[in-house]
């Protein structure tokens, strides 16, 4: 994985932090486009995009596109991104289903990735919006990956077990009264999204929204010194009209706000961003782990 180097983070004191996490998932690209070509597209696209602007990427998979596709994820990881998981199937959110369950959803998509690139993802983002519940951080344990994303965690204390399921500081952490090896993201964090009028219940994409959204999401990080994620999707970026203009624009505007464009992976390597008189700048500036 030597070329991960192509990609190095860019560190800017006192800076945002800004993630791009690609959600590649060809079973929806054939449920909502008619076809897994429009994921290939997309995700050919979303790549060339990435190395126009220098900015490494979370590419997160479904263990089924891996299998399919496994071409796909060795293209991303030579090309500097982190490769993650995105659930085994992407039929169902993991909130709700037995420890076992989720479990082995993880393992079979972890060795799909694994057998695809040769190496084991470190995190999984949650379908369905990321609902995931204390059995999910139980199974990523169990599974030995380092960090569960999710978009919207419930209230401190309202999953079953009590455990709260977003980190209690500014940055990723294990979450309180959850396994210590599983990170998860802070409830401040800033999750910005592309959508499509495909699915039932959205509105049109347009750029013009598209960019009065993501642009606001990165002037709150700015003001806090916060988190950022925008989510895309191959087939809806290759469906959308103009949307590959408003992630080129949005990648801009945030560099030009500051932003440490890091992957997933990065910043859980990090030490807690809390913070605290004994750590020096130096500290906290992680490099790339390979
Ligand atoms: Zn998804």
């Not at 519940?133 to 344990?141: G, H, K």
């Not at 800033?190 to 959204?213: H, K």
Request: proline letters at 7%.
């Amino acid at each position: 994985m030597a070329e991960s180097a192509v990609l190095g983070s860019i560190s800017t004191a006192g800076a945002f932090t800004f993630l791009v996490r690609v959600d590649c998932e060809h079973g929806e690209a054939e449920r909502w486009a008619g076809s897994a070509e429009a994921e290939e597209r997309g995700f050919s696209a979303m790549l060339a995009l990435l190395r126009n602007a220098g900015v490494p990427a979370t590419l997160a998979f479904v263990g089924l596109t891996a299998l399919t596709y496994p071409r796909w994820v060795r293209d991303g990881v030579v090309a500097g991104h982190a490769a993650a998981g995105h659930s085994h199937t992407h039929a169902r959110a993991y909130a709700g289903q037995p420890l076992e369950w989720q479990a082995a959803d993880m393992r079979a998509m972890a060795d799909a990735i694994q057998a695809a690139v040769g190496v084991r993802p470190r995190g999984v983002a949650g379908p369905c919006h990321g609902a995931i519940d204390a059995n999910t951080l139980r199974a990523a344990e169990m599974t030995g990956l380092e960090y569960v994303l999710t978009l919207e965690p419930p209230a401190h204390g309202s999953s079953p077990a009590g455990i709260s399921l977003s980190a209690p500081e500014m940055g990723f952490a294990p979450a309180a009264g959850g396994p210590a090896s599983v990170q998860v993201p802070p409830a401040g964090m800033r999750w910005i999204w592309d959508w499509t009028s495909l699915q039932p219940g959205w509105p049109a994409f347009t750029t013009l929204r598209a960019s009065e959204d993501w642009q606001a999401a990165v002037d709150d990080a700015v003001a806090e010194a916060g988190l950022v994620g925008l989510i895309v999707h191959p087939w809806i970026v290759h469906t959308n009209a103009g949307e590959l203009d408003a992630i080129a624009g949005i990648l801009d505007y945030a560099r030009q706000r500051g932003a440490c464009f890091q992957t997933f992976d990065d910043v859980v390597s990090q030490p807690a961003s809390t913070p605290t008189p004994r750590r020096t700048p130096t500290a906290r500036k992680a490099g790339r782990s390979l």
